[in-house]
Nanobody, 122 residues
Framework: QVQLVESGGGLVQAGGSLRLSCVASGSSISINVMGWSRQAPGKQRELVAVISSGGSTVYADSVKGRFTISRDNAKNTVYLQMNSLKPEDTAVYYC????????????????WGQGTQVTVSS
């Protein structure tokens, strides 16, 4: 129904930057909230940032001031600009979208991408 494709991950040195992108595709949907989460080896998945359809944003304390989430509604795309990267930011980053059907009144649904690896070397 909804497909999310992340891109932009890679290997960077500490202090460097990366920009992640996530494109959502689907038929007859309206995306309410998009966000990014991450999961490092041996750790629970952590919500990193979310952005509403109106542009309101919320960040995890661990990334506040370093990461910026943004959205292009026309392209159904969410971005995560990551600056001042630290080794502890190393994780698989997942895109998430909460959406509703524009055809059926069936409540909201949630979709996840496959993830993109971000590795920050010290």
């Amino acid at each position: 129904q909804v497909q999310l494709v992340e891109s932009g991950g890679g290997l960077v040195q500490a202090g460097g930057s990366l920009r992640l992108s996530c494109v959502a595709s689907g038929s007859s949907i309206s995306i309410n909230v998009m966000g990014w989460s991450r999961q490092a080896p041996g750790k629970q998945r952590e919500l990193v940032a979310v952005i509403s359809s109106g542009g309101s944003t919320v960040y995890a304390d661990s990334v506040k001031g370093r990461f910026t989430i943004s959205r292009d509604n026309a392209k159904n795309t969410v971005y995560l600009q990551m600056n001042s990267l630290k080794p502890e930011d190393t994780a698989v980053y997942y895109c998430n979208a909460e959406y509703v059907s524009t055809v059926y009144f069936s409540g909201s649904s949630n979709a996840w991408g496959q993830g993109t690896q971000v590795t920050v070397s010290s």
